[in-house]
């Protein structure tokens, strides 16, 4: 099977809400990743910055999309 690819996804520093809080959502994911990762999770992240952290967690802890 191929990966694909979404080349419509917008670089999160491109996002007009980039700069609101994160979303619990984020939060939570982030949390649970970074557990896994045994890292901690800065207080006060941005949709925009929770979604690069989320990213790198991911790829760290070996859940990349």
Do not use: C, F
């Not at 999160?12 to 979303?23: F, H, K, L």
């Not at 949390?31 to 910055?49: I, M, N, Q, R, S």
């Amino acid at each position: 099977m191929t990966e694909q690819h979404n080349t419509a996804e917008k670089d999160p520093a491109e996002w007009t809400t980039g700069d609101e809080p994160a979303t619990g959502a984020q939060e939570s994911y982030l949390h649970t990743l970074a557990t896994e990762a045994g890292e901690e999770v800065p207080d006060g992240l941005t949709k925009a910055e929770a979604s690069v952290h989320i990213d790198e967690l991911q790829e760290k802890t070996g859940r990349g999309r």
